[in-house]
């Protein structure tokens, strides 16, 4: 579990859904982590529990990210570093102690997972998401790089970029200030992909045989536009 702009998901409802996922029968456990990602300390703090309880990462899923409707020409620069903070350099930081954490228990087909967004891949017009969009444009770099360097250490680790459209989260209502109406609007002009679609992506990645890279999986609504 992770907070990333101060507004943390609430600690029952992971309770609630770890129980749900035991309840049905799924295998393996959910465990529920509260992390600041802003602060590295805790970062690193969550990965040290991990190894204590689990003893370490095989597959780690950079998902979490935002927007602050913060243009170019007038953004606040308070919204422009926490973009920044979690959609970049947090996921480097975890990227680089999952590496590690494989690292040292020879683990030789982990996976990382970036998840991105189309917007790491055009930009639109409007000025709400253009700074979002360049750190977004950054994950598809670090993606690549990230690939590269995996391969020069001689590992058979992956790197993979997930890029989703519009995706129906809370993601906009966050980018609209708690605007309820503004932020409907973005999912009532066509239907939106869901949770699961991504989720589904990321099955698909981790199912791919040993010997296949998949770089970037893109995904839209098949009404979105752009």
Request: with cysteine; net charge negative.
């Amino acid at each position: 579990m992770s907070n990333v702009d101060g507004k943390p998901r609430s600690e029952s409802s992971w309770e609630k859904l770890a129980a749900e996922c035991q309840t049905a029968g799924h295998s393996g456990v959910l465990v529920p982590f509260k992390c600041d990602l802003n602060n590295e300390e805790e970062i690193l703090s969550m990965f040290s529990a991990i190894k204590a309880q689990h003893k370490g990462v095989d597959v780690c899923i950079n998902n979490a990210g935002l927007a602050h409707p913060e243009s170019l020409l007038n953004g606040q620069t308070s919204g422009w570093k926490n973009m920044l903070d979690v959609n970049v350099l947090a996921l480097s930081i975890c990227t680089r102690e999952a590496y590690q954490s494989m690292k040292e228990r020879n683990v030789d087909d982990g996976h990382i997972i970036n998840i991105n967004s189309m917007s790491g891949h055009r930009v639109v017009q409007s000025a709400y998401t253009h700074f979002y969009s360049a750190t977004k444009y950054a994950v598809t770099a670090l993606t690549e790089g990230l690939r590269q360097e995996l391969r020069e250490a001689n590992t058979h680790i992956r790197a993979t970029c997930i890029s989703p459209g519009v995706v129906e989260t809370e993601f906009a209502l966050r980018l609209h200030r708690n605007d309820a109406e503004k932020a409907a609007a973005m999912y009532s002009k066509y239907e939106p992909l869901k949770a699961i679609d991504v989720a589904n992506a990321v099955t698909y990645v981790l199912s791919a045989p040993p010997h296949v890279q998949i770089g970037d999986v893109q995904m839209r609504p098949v009404e979105q536009l752009m």
